[in-house]
């Protein structure tokens, strides 16, 4: 960023975080979202994920500075330099993926997931599953807790819990993980391009509910869930060029 760009402050609701946002307003100044060139979110990465989905699609960057318990999509907090930092940041260009969902009511709910989208059973019973992918049956029945398909910025949370693997920036690449897989035993997830489109069909319905999430919009009572990349739709990360999330992600790797 060449000039000093207009700024739109968020914050998640802790004291230490409406604090920053408060100290940073008064010296820098303030536009409301739709103005923006620039969003500087205070917080976490759930806070961060929470911003994306609010400016899907207008193509507003977003520089996070890390107030939370978790910031792995945050930088460094510090003020004392953040117009130098926003004019020397390097932007990372991510695309969400689009969930369809229908219920046994006959619904059909639509969301966006940055990180991911996860099925879930919902009472003791396994949740047994079937999955496509661009049309074609690859697994007729996976009986297990759940399943998920991540992007790459979202390898690194939940799916990088369930054992899937860290997929890097820029891969062009999803993760498809089961959750605590039953049958069969052996089966642990796929790696798959982009572009790929993925039907999950839960089977046995009434004895079996399952629910589905894409970041934090949950649908319960599932029959099939429709998975693809959302065309059209990205959001854009500002990082520090120190801490660019390219290198998160590659040291991620290497973690004992």
């Known amino acids: 960023m060449k000039k000093t760009p207009k700024i739109s ?6 004291p230490q ?58 930088n460094e907090f510090r003020t004392g330099d953040l117009k130098q930092r926003l004019q020397a940041a390097e932007e990372v260009i991510l695309h969400p993926l689009r969930m369809t969902a229908r219920t046994k009511g006959g619904g059909r709910t639509t969301a966006l997931a940055v990180n991911e989208v996860s099925l879930f059973r919902m009472t003791s019973q396994i949740a047994k599953l079937r999955i496509s992918v661009d049309g074609v049956v690859r697994l007729d029945e996976l009986l297990c807790d759940g399943i998920l398909v991540s992007t790459a910025a ?24 089961p959750i605590n ?19 999950i069909e839960v089977l046995e319905s009434d004895k079996r509910p399952v629910s589905v999430t894409a970041d934090n919009k949950e649908v319960r009572d599932i029959t099939q869930v429709r998975v693809a990349e959302a065309s059209g739709k990205e959001v854009g990360l500002l990082f520090d060029p120190e801490h660019n999330l390219e290198e998160r992600v590659l040291r991620e790797q290497f973690l004992a």
């Open 17 to 74: 975080a409406q604090e920053a946002r408060k100290q940073l307003v008064q010296a820098m100044g303030h536009v409301a979202l739709a103005k923006a060139d620039v969003v500087v979110a205070l917080g976490g990465d759930g806070l961060m994920l929470h911003s994306l989905h609010r400016i899907m699609g207008r193509r507003v960057p977003i520089f996070g500075m890390n107030v939370g318990t978790v910031g792995f999509l945050m």
């Open 9 to 14: 402050f968020v914050a998640a609701d802790t």
């Open 181 to 199: 897989p039953f049958r069969p035993r052996r089966w642990h997830g796929a790696i798959l391009p982009h572009d790929a489109d993925f039907r």
């Open 154 to 177: 979202g390898s690194t949370a939940y799916n990088l819990s369930a054992h899937g693997p860290i997929l890097p920036m820029g891969s062009n690449l999803l993760a498809l993980t």
